[in-house]
T-cell receptor
Framework: GAVVSQHPSRVICKSGTSVKIECRSLDFQATTMFWYRQFPKQSLMLMATSNEGSKATYEQGVEKDKFLINHASLTLSTLTVTSAHPEDSSFYIC??????????????FGPGTRLTVL | GENVEQHPSTLSVQEGDSAVIKCTYSDSASNYFPWYKQELGKRPQLIIDIRSNVGEKKDQRIAVTLNKTAKHFSLHITETQPEDSAVYFCAASKDSGYALNFGKGTSLLVTP
């Protein structure tokens, strides 16, 4: 199957700073990527849909000015958590579909980024 | 929007027994139903999926059934093993390009 990478895998930052998380599709081009957030012992919650070359679509309750998404190329989407606070500490996971895969609905997940805000 | 309900939230079975996890969905337009296994701190791993034009799918010890009329689908794991212990999530989505809507997860524990 297709491969999605994420960087960094783990980050610790001070409250008030910004953190950028990268999501890359390594062997396919993804016009659409998804960003999820997962708090401990909870499910994955969709934050936003990232579209190459256009603005991201945010889910209700997700602040677009706080969680900046940039999908500048067909293989890279970035999520920037601005002015991070302890409540933003979470596991952030991206995913993408490979349009060339026969099972086109399947989403391929990145390994996730564990963000801890002190 | 789509709402996916998953039951039970925890499930404990003895090794060799079967485990069944059930999910319901609300949006009749959903046509793709994957199941994921997630170990602590790791990404979700797809274990099986089913599309709305199929009623059942099996892969070795794992099977999924779908009832479109009732809008529910189930995961069946037979001959469970301790390494099956993990959190399992069901999900639903519409056509390609749409995000997945996840259930709340089931923590499965298989005891030797």
């Amino acid at each position: 199957g297709a491969v999605v990478s994420q960087h960094p895998s783990r980050v610790i930052c001070k409250s008030g700073t910004s953190v950028k998380i990268e999501c890359r599709s390594l062997d396919f081009q993804a016009t659409t990527m998804f960003w999820y957030r997962q708090f401990p012992k909870q499910s994955l919650m969709l934050m936003a849909t990232s579209n190459e070359g256009s603005k991201a679509t945010y889910e209700q309750g997700v602040e677009k000015d706080k969680f900046l998404i940039n999908h500048a190329s067909l293989t890279l989407s970035t999520l920037t958590v601005t002015s991070a606070h302890p409540e933003d500490s979470s596991f952030y996971i991206c995913s993408a579909r490979d349009p060339a895969e026969s099972s086109y609905n399947e989403q391929f997940f990145g390994p996730g980024t564990r963000l801890t805000v002190l | 929007g789509e709402n996916v309900e998953q039951h039970p939230s925890t499930l404990s079975v003895q090794e060799g027994d079967s485990a069944v996890i059930k999910c319901t969905y609300s949006d009749s337009a959903s046509n793709y139903f994957p199941w994921y296994k997630q170990e602590l701190g790791k990404r979700p791993q797809l274990i099986i999926d089913i599309r709305s034009n199929v009623g059942e799918k099996k892969d070795q010890r794992i099977a999924v059934t779908l009832n479109k009329t009732a809008k529910h689908f189930s995961l069946h794991i037979t001959e469970t093993q301790p390494e099956d212990s993990a959190v399992y999530f069901c999900a639903a989505s519409k056509d390609s390009g749409y995000a997945l809507n996840f259930g709340k997860g089931t923590s499965l524990l298989v005891t030797p």
